[in-house]
């Protein structure tokens, strides 16, 4: 199956600044990938669906100008998580699907102080 | 929209017994479910799928069957060994757009394999 890259796995930031994560494709072109975030030990629940070249899908609730997502090429999504506050603080993970079968990055721990 | 419901939430075996986690779904209109396992801090991992043509689906230790009728479907491991200790999750997925498909996850059960 299709091999997904996630960066950084885990980054600790101080309030106020911005996180950028990179989900990478590395042998497959993802039209469209999806972002995740997972509290703990809860289930994971979608935030927005990454279309290339186009603006991304957001789901209700979440902000689209706090979680800034990039769909530059066929191989790389990104999400800023911007002015990062302590309640962002949480597990974000990628995926993208073949076909109808999802793979996912390894994901990204983020700590906000 | 679509409603995953997963059951247990945490489940404790003893080594070599059976783990069976259950799930139902509320959309007529999914047709693929995956289940996950997750790993302390890792990303979930694909460990075995069934669509909706199929009633039941094996590799090796690890079984799902499905039941469209009753819209729920199930995952069963046998021989339970440690190492299956992790976090499973259930998703229903169905076609949307031009072509992708949007995956609704359960809750998760933490599975605990006991030497």
């Known amino acids: 199956g299709a091999v997904v890259s996630q960066h950084p796995s885990w980054v600790i930031c101080k309030s106020g600044t911005s996180v950028k994560i990179e989900c990478r494709s590395l042998?497959?072109?993802?039209?469209?990938m999806f972002w995740y975030r997972q509290f703990p030990k809860q289930s994971l629940m979608l935030m927005a669906t990454?279309?290339?070249?186009?603006?991304?899908?957001?789901e209700q609730g979440v902000e689209k100008d706090k979680f800034l997502i990039n769909h530059a090429s066929l191989t790389l999504s990104t999400l800023t998580v911007t002015s990062a506050h302590p309640e962002d603080s949480s597990f974000y993970i990628c995926?993208?699907?073949?076909?109808?079968?999802?793979?996912f990055g390894q994901g990204t721990r983020l700590t906000v102080v | 929209g679509e409603n995953v419901e997963q059951h247990p939430s945490t489940l404790s075996v003893q080594e070599g017994d059976s783990a069976v986690i259950k799930c139902t779904y509320s959309?007529?209109?999914?047709?693929?479910f995956p289940w996950y396992k997750q790993e302390l801090g890792k990303g979930p991992q694909l460990i075995i799928d069934i669509r909706s043509n199929v009633g039941e689906k094996k590799d090796q230790r690890i079984a799902v069957t499905l039941n469209k009728t009753a819209k729920h479907f199930s995952l069963h491991i046998t021989e339970t060994q440690p190492e299956d200790s992790a976090v499973y999750f259930c998703a229903a997925s169905k076609k949307y757009g031009a072509g992708s498909y949007q995956l609704t996850f359960g809750k998760g059960t933490k599975l605990s394999v006991i030497p």
């Open positions: 959309d007529s209109a999914s047709n693929y």
């Open positions: 042998d497959f072109q993802a039209t469209t």
């Open positions: 990454s279309n290339e070249g186009s603006k991304a899908t957001y």
């Open positions: 995926s993208l699907e073949e076909g109808t079968e999802a793979f």
